[in-house]
């Protein structure tokens, strides 16, 4: 076999219905250095679903996006010796400079690529990718699904950090997405205090409260105000503006979402409330090796965020269905099963 699927973006000014095409192309080899991956399940991110929108503009058309995923590896290019073909593993699609720029973090290097997100390197919609083994992290006792949720739960992992939020906080976070989820989990397993989600949708209202953390509409926030620390994980003007106003004077808000690049702040209640604002993005590379770690021996779970799983010539669906609010579902993920893979 020579040639693979791979889901290609035609752009968020197409017509829902050609937004994506299933294409055939050759399968990629590993080049020096790289492994190549055969992609079991990838994970549908928030990102990625404001890219098909048009909304973030961060998701152009001619690329394949996805960077969430888990699958085995299939090939080892030149100088790899590790890991061995055919075990189970996940990637940190985050891939910094080697050191040049001078930070530190991983996340705040200023030539930052991410696999599936800066349009020139293929993501993971796709049989197979290929990637640095460097950035490769061996999963053997985690299921596909578990694999492909990891990056996900990173990036709430290092919000919560963010937001260094301690036993004596009141947490709010806002939005029940993915991201707002896995970080209210990760605030709890950080030793936090009471944590609230607020969210729109029932559905996400009811898989939050599951996991016991109590639900407010967005309706309903300010009645249950003040709290000392608050997260935004959606990042639109509103719930920037309600995530401030839901902390008292001296408060803290991290904001881990990306869903407009530019939002209306209100500045007066930054300044004069002496509100701190602070951002979060990806995580470092000894984060999502954590990460991997607790999902591992369980101490974060995130079996019930995990919602429906669709096939490759589906996924496009689940898309539109996220997009129109048929479905809110926290995570969807693709398989790439199928008889003639």
Known sequence: MTEMRSLLFHGP??????RFTVERVPIPEPGPGEVRIRVARVGLCGSD??????????RVAGMVMGHEASGWIDALGEGVSTPAHGAHVTFNPALPCDGACGHAIESRCEMLEVVGVTPHIPGAFADYLTIGAGRVVPIPDLAPEQGA????????LHAANQLGAGPEDRVLVVGGGMIGQVAAHAIRSLGAGEIVISEPHPRRREIAEAAGFPTL????????????????????????????????????????????PRVNVPLFSIVVGERIV???????DATFIETARRLTDGSLDPAALIGPTVSMEDF???????????????????????ASA
Not at 49 to 58: A, I, K, M, P
Not at 223 to 239: E, G, K, L, N, Y
Not at 278 to 284: A, N, P, Q, R
């Open 149 to 156: 949720v990891i990056e996900p739960m990173a990036v709430g």
């Open 217 to 260: 509409h967005p309706d309903q926030v300010q009645a249950a105000a003040p709290f000392d620390r608050a997260m935004d994980a959606v990042a639109i003007s509103a719930t920037v503006s309600a995530a401030l106003d839901a902390v008292p004077k001296g408060g803290v808000v991290c904001i881990v979402g990306l869903g407009m």
């Open 49 to 58: 679903l404001h890219g098909y929108t048009g909304e973030s503009g961060r």
């Open 278 to 284: 602070v951002g979060s993005y990806c995580y470092s």
């Open 316 to 338: 496009p669906q689940a898309f539109e269905d996220l997009a129109t609010g048929s479905i809110s579902e926290v995570k969807v993920l693709m398989s790439t099963d199928r």
């Open 13 to 18: 000014e197409q017509p829902p219905g050609r």
